[in-house]
């Protein structure tokens, strides 16, 4: 199973974009790149996820490296609700496991 | 995307006892796993539920200490057996609609305490 890598926390000021990174170099061809975030005191909640182009949707934008062993996780404007932490994690196409990492904690300052 | 109810939300047990949790979805769908998430942490899987076959857990979990069930596509349950503090943690069903292409959507876990 490929594993990935994140830093522990990070910050960000409100209103500014936030670009959350990830490494995931035993990525294999086949693996989807899923991002989730975690509020506290609720279940992990689905962001984002692509395979090899970049992807928008109206939460975010996943913009993934052309030899996929990373990927980035961009939000456009910062709000204090994006506090969370935010996992980063690669979906086996074999086993069909998904294997959370130690995820990073964005704090977003007012 | 799927709509997952969790029961119960949370409990308070002594050790020596068994709780079973449920997971309903409100959709059939593929994928049904459990995670476990100790308090600090991130998610460790501790099985994937299969529909009318045993469960595939995963390495330091066992059958005799989570039994799972997964009698359709739309229902699980795990039990934590035999309780101890050790097993304090949130529990989270998870589902995926169809295989690792399909996001997964998660329940709000059900909070257990371990006295």
């Known amino acids: 199973d490929a594993k990935t890598t994140q830093p522990n926390s990070m910050e960000s000021n409100e209103e500014e974009p936030v670009h959350l990174p990830c490494n995931h170099s035993?990525?294999?061809?086949?693996?989807?790149i899923h991002w989730y975030r975690q509020l506290p005191s609720q279940g992990p909640e689905y962001v984002i996820h692509?395979?090899?182009s970049n992807v928008n949707n109206r939460m975010a934008s996943l913009a993934i490296a052309e030899d996929r062993k990373s990927s980035t996780l961009i939000l456009h404007r910062a709000t204090l609700r994006d506090a969370a932490v935010y996992y980063c994690i690669s979906s086996h196409s074999g086993t069909y496991k998904y294997i959370f990492g130690t995820g990073t904690r964005l704090k977003v300052l007012a | 995307s799927a709509v997952i109810s969790q029961k119960p939300s949370r409990d308070i047990c002594q050790r020596g006892t068994s709780l079973t949790i449920q997971c309903q979805v409100d959709s059939q769908v593929t994928m049904m796993f459990w995670y476990r998430q100790q308090p600090g942490q991130s998610l460790t899987l501790i099985a994937t539920?299969?529909?009318?076959?045993?469960?595939?857990?995963e390495s330091g979990f066992v059958i005799d200490k989570f039994p799972i069930s997964r009698p359709n596509l739309t229902f699980s349950t795990l039990t934590v057996s035999n309780m101890s503090p050790e097993d304090s943690s949130i529990y989270l069903c998870?589902?995926?609609?169809?295989?690792?292409?399909?996001?997964?959507?998660f329940g709000n876990g059900t909070r257990l305490t371990v006295t």
């Open positions: 035993t990525i294999s061809g086949t693996d989807y």
């Open positions: 539920a299969n529909q009318g076959s045993e469960a595939t857990y």
């Open positions: 998870s589902v995926a609609e169809t295989a690792s292409s399909s996001p997964l959507h």
């Open positions: 692509g395979l090899t």
